[in-house]
C-alpha cells in the first residue's frame, strides 16, 4: 500500500500565484498539501488527487474542503502553545470531521538527558485527552524529534532505528488513551529524496511529514515516488 506525504509549507511560499504553482506540481494522490492558512482556499480550488490540509486548527477549515490539520508542530511549542491547547485543537479538529495530524517530539535538551521516551508519552497521553466524544476519529501521530527538523545535515539526523524505538513508545501510549479509530504514523525531520526512502521502508512508518524539502517540485515528485508500492 502507498504511503501518505504530508506537505508542511510552513510560511513558504509569499505569493498565492506561487502558492498555486507549487499546488499544481504537489497534486498527487497520497499527498496532503498543507499552505499557510492564507493560501488555504485557492489551494483546494487547485487540487485534484492531492488532500488539503492546513498548519494548525481553524474553525473555517471543513468549509473550505481541508481533510487534515496539523496540530502541535513544534514551531508551535517553542512559541508556547502547551499541551492542553493541543489537546482542545485535536479534539475540535475530529469534531470538524477532520484529520488530526498530532506532532509530537522531544527537544534537543530532553535528547540529551535521555527523556525522549517520557516526553512523547506525555505528550500522546495529552494530545489524545479530549478525544473521548471521537474514540474512533481517524489520526495521524507524526514523530519529530525537534533536533533533528529543518538541519538537512549530516550531525543530526535521526536514525531510522532511533526513531523506530519511539514510535514503539508511541503507539503504547496510543493503546493507552483507550483510542480505537485507526492511527496512522508519520516520521518527519528533515527528510529529503536522499533519505526519505530508508524511513518508508521501515514498517513502523505508513508515511513522512516533510517540511523544506516539500518547497522544491523535483524533490517533492522524488520523495514521492518513494512511497509509491
Ligand atoms: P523539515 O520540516 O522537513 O524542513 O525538517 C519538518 C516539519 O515541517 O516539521
Sequence with gaps: ?????VANWKNHPKTEAEAVALARAS????IVVCPPHEFVREVGVVLEYAALGAQDYAPDLAVVGARYAIIGHSSRRSEGET??????????TAADGLIPILCVGETEGSHIRGEADVIVRWQVASGLSRLHKNRDAA??????PVWAI??????H???VTYAEARIA??????MHSGHRGVVTYL?????TSANAGLFAGSAEFSGLLVGGASLQTEEIRKIWQQLQK
Design 27 to 30: 497534486d498527487m494522490r497520497g
Design 157 to 159: 539526523e535521526a536514525t
Design 139 to 144: 489520526l495521524c501521530i507524526t514523530y519529530e
Design 150 to 155: 529543518s538541519i538537512h545535515a549530516g550531525a
Design 83 to 92: 499541551d492542553d491547547i493541543i489537546s482542545e485543537k485535536i479534539g475540535l
Design 1 to 5: 500500500m502507498s504511503k501518505l506525504l
Design 187 to 191: 516520521y518527519g525531520g528533515s527528510v
Design 169 to 174: 513508545c508511541i503507539r503504547e501510549a496510543v
